[in-house]
């Protein structure tokens, strides 16, 4: 398993930028994809943003796509998340996770098998 730690959450306006970022315990961090998701208040959780173990691809919902962009450093073991052009429909609970596998080949088949604690991300209009 993999322990991860989100931060880089808080309060910004409409049309601002924020950085997540997570950081994973263990050796097995670059072989395995990471995602970012989200979980609004009263809504179920969604996926926002996957990369796969090497960086060679990346999946991204509709509604952040030219907005976001996912990123690793295999090097530090961290998974980043920069989001710009924020709109008060971000607002979530942002977490990431980490796949159950290593060396998966299609991030279609991604089972999450570790999660962070989340980080709150609040954009006022």
């Known amino acids: 398993q993999v322990q991860l730690i989100e931060s880089g959450g808080g309060l910004v306006q409409a049309g601002g930028s924020l950085r997540l970022s997570c950081a994973a315990s263990g050796r097995t961090f670059s072989s395995r994809a990471m995602g970012w998701f989200r979980q609004a208040a009263g809504k179920e959780r969604e996926s926002v943003a996957v990369i796969n173990w090497n960086a060679g691809s990346t999946y991204y919902a509709e509604s952040v796509k030219g907005r976001f962009t996912i990123s690793r450093d295999n090097s530090q073991n961290t998974v980043y998340l920069e989001m710009n052009s924020l709109k008060p429909e971000d607002t979530a609970v942002y977490y990431c996770?980490?796949?159950?596998?290593?060396?998966?080949?299609?991030?279609?088949?991604?089972?999450?098998?570790?999660w962070g604690q989340g980080t709150q991300v609040t954009v006022s209009s």
């Open positions: 996770a980490a796949d159950r596998l290593t060396y998966r080949t299609k991030l279609a088949t991604t089972e999450w098998g570790s």
